[in-house]
């Protein structure tokens, strides 16, 4: 896609669709912004709205005949109350307009976008929105996403306009490349690969200063990642760790980012229901948004060095899978009994920790889609976050401020007693009552003293209900705009 700044009147502009944001005011649709609205065309909206099915809620798009405007057809997209339009409100109302938009080829956005922050929210916005997932379809020219995206602002071509622009072109990609990544069939990606999908994205997105280093089963043997090595021995597809590090010259700041990718969750030998098991392909979410958090970082040449871990591993039942009883040794000596072999995450991250301190980052993230605990306890669309006190609130503060959803959670000491083991070190399961709490007391035993956070995005990672706003159904590229802006805080940017 294309994108262009423009403050031509929107009304003459050359497009297949133009968009203007509707808020909900005094119980009546009022149009933002839309003064270069014909006056007939704003008054119809305005007034008789209702009969229209017009209302300006948030997530409602509505499309109208372009009377009076180049474009043939005019978009109207909710915003909700008149006095609550933040940056977020409008990222998300681009981004359901251009989603609803699916098959249009040109597209100007006359959004409220006068400022840098709404600017750069519109543009965002517009740009997550406009994604379509076509790899296994025959008919993808029906289901194109939108092509170019004229966004109408007074900021014209400042270097603040552009700057906005670049950045939320290079944050919209890494969050489409990771979405592609969650959306590929299991037969298609394994760990081997994913491991070759990190290489050709390094050198396709052309980043500097990127290294990408592979260790194969026998190396991750010789290593000692029992973690990646004992969930991935069920499959004849065998596990991965992939280093991809980004290395500026005189970085301010070193952050490690460790991520989850089982490409396959089948549950193991503690086999899961058949019902809604597809959607475990998506089990590779965390390490999908890492790499890709790093390579975005790279595009923008952020003076912080980058290290992401992508553990992956494919969690299958055969006669040479681990078994609830088994005991692993993990990077670093640690035992592990296995008594749920559906609780694997915890285990190939627990390798991918270790690593990741020895080489002694200021700050460690992990992201997974961990446990199902965390959708009893946040649901579909908030993540949440735990870990060193002052990290995990850094992580809050950059969620707020990229305009995702997470919520800081403890860990409390006491649920450490239940993952006690009869023959080994710690168990890989406690209490089910707090089961995403426990995850995170778990993991906490592989970072030692170093700052740490734990992210769990099982359900905020794919979406299996209704598209809304910029996210679409399938898989959303959770954690890569926080993980970023994160980076971006530590470089003082």
């Known amino acids: 896609m294309t994108v262009t700044l423009t403050s031509q009147d929107p009304a003459r502009l050359s497009v297949d669709a133009v968009v203007v944001a509707v808020a909900q005011k005094d119980g009546a649709p009022r149009v933002l912004g839309g003064a270069w609205l ?16 017009v209302t300006g809620a948030a997530d409602e ?246 290290t992401g871990w992508l553990c992956l591993a494919e969690n299958m039942p055969s006669g040479t899978a681990q078994r609830p009883s088994d005991v692993l040794t993990i990077r670093g000596g640690k035992t592990v009994e296995v008594l749920n ?27 997974a889609t961990l446990t199902g605990a965390q959708l009893v306890a946040l649901g579909h669309r908030v993540s949440a976050v735990m870990g060193t006190e002052d990290v995990r609130a850094e992580v809050v503060a950059a969620a707020d401020a990229s305009g995702e959803q997470f919520w800081p959670m403890p860990l409390p000491a006491e649920l450490r007693a239940s993952l006690k083991s009869k023959v080994a070190d710690i168990a890989n399961i406690g209490d089910r009552f707090g089961g995403m709490l426990t995850a995170g007391v778990f993991l906490r035993e592989f970072v030692g003293d170093t700052p740490w956070a734990h992210l769990d995005v099982a359900g905020p990672a794919f979406n299996e209900k209704s598209a809304h706003g910029y996210t679409p159904v399938g898989g959303t590229g959770v954690g890569v705009r926080t993980l970023l802006q994160l980076i971006e805080s530590r470089a003082g940017a």
């Open 38 to 53: 014909p006056k007939d065309l704003r008054t119809s909206i305005e007034r008789d709205g209702a009969a229209l099915g």
């Open 61 to 306: 798009v509505r499309r109208l005949p372009g009377t009076g405007l180049h474009a043939a057809v005019l978009v109207l997209t909710g915003v909700g109350a008149a006095e609550s339009v933040s940056p977020e409100v409008l990222r998300r109302a681009a981004g359901a307009a251009t989603r609803e938009l699916t098959g249009t080829a040109t597209v100007a956005l006359a959004l409220p976008a006068d400022d840098q922050d709404s600017l750069a929210a519109v543009v965002e916005g517009g740009l997550l929105g406009a994604y379509a997932y076509n790899r296994y379809r025959t008919d993808d020219a029906a289901r194109a996403a939108v092509r170019d995206l004229e966004v109408v602002t007074s900021l014209g071509r400042t270097r603040a306009a552009k700057d906005a622009v670049q950045r939320a072109e290079v944050v919209a990609a890494a969050v489409h490349a990771t979405r592609d990544l969650v959306n590929a069939a299991p037969n298609d990606l394994f760990p081997a690969a994913f491991a070759d999908a990190a290489k050709a994205a390094v050198k396709d997105a052309g980043a500097k200063g990127v290294k990408v280093t592979v260790l194969d089963e026998k190396a991750l043997a010789a290593g000692g990642y029992g973690g990646l090595v004992g969930v991935g021995q069920g499959s004849v597809r065998g596990p991965r760790l992939v280093k991809v590090a980004y290395a500026p010259s005189r970085p301010k700041a070193k952050v490690a980012l460790v991520g989850k990718g089982i490409t396959f969750d089948s549950g193991g030998i503690s086999i899961k229901p058949a019902a809604g098991m597809e959607a475990m392909k998506s089990d590779m979410a965390g390490a999908a948004a890492v790499l890709h958090t790093v390579v975005a970082a790279a595009r923008l040449e952020l003076p912080v060095a980058v």
């Open 341 to 367: 072999t559906d609780a694997e995450g915890r285990l190939v991250m627990a390798d991918g920790l270790v690593a990741a301190v020895e080489e002694g980052p200021d700050v460690v993230i992990d992201i």
